[in-house]
């Protein structure tokens, strides 16, 4: 099988560049919260985006479990952190995003737009709905402003984490770092 249609990898430079995406996305989602903060609190926009890109890379790039381990060290950092009331609903919320742009990316060549579209879609449905959970649980939104809020973000990470994430990921690859 094909290096890009593999669901996983183990090897030291994945495991590592893992931990250090990790890092560089607690630092991206640190600043892009508090500028969603002041723009317009209720959606996450600019933290949407940089979420979705990351995710995405961090699965292309890297594959499983490094996909878990970045997506978690941002989501545990941000719970430490006190990011958001809603930080919590960041683990589940990663994790089940991370997973299901590696199904996708398991199955499909990820060398068109279709492909990122379709990753994009589901890990953001799928991130979105914990973080919709959490608007409920912690901040007791109704459900009509939980739509919209989740729908917004949602929608806003899926066009573009699309868009960057392919640009990106073509970059890289014909660079040949990674």
């Not at 607690?26 to 890109?53: E, F, K, Y």
């Amino acid at each position: 099988m094909e290096e890009s249609r593999k669901f996983g990898r183990m090897d030291t430079k994945a495991l590592v560049g893992a931990v250090f995406l990790g890092i560089v996305f607690v630092l991206v989602q640190q600043v892009a919260h508090r500028i969603d903060a002041m723009i317009n609190p209720s959606c996450v926009i600019i933290g949407g985006v940089t979420w979705a890109i990351f995710t995405g890379l961090v699965v292309l790039l890297f594959k499983q479990p490094a996909g878990l381990i970045t997506s978690e060290v941002q989501a545990l950092v941000a719970v430490a952190s006190g990011l958001s009331p809603l930080a919590p609903f960041f683990i589940p919320a990663n994790g089940l995003a991370s997973l299901g742009y590696s199904l996708v990316a398991w199955k499909l060549s990820m060398d068109k737009w279709s492909h990122h579209l379709l990753a994009q879609i589901v890990s953001n449905i799928l991130g979105n709905i914990c973080v919709g959970i959490g608007l409920s649980v912690i901040l007791h939104l109704p459900m009509p402003v939980i739509l919209i809020a989740s729908g917004i973000t949602t929608l806003a990470g899926i066009i573009g984490g699309t868009v960057f994430t392919k640009i990106i990921y073509d970059n890289v690859k014909k660079s040949g770092v990674i």
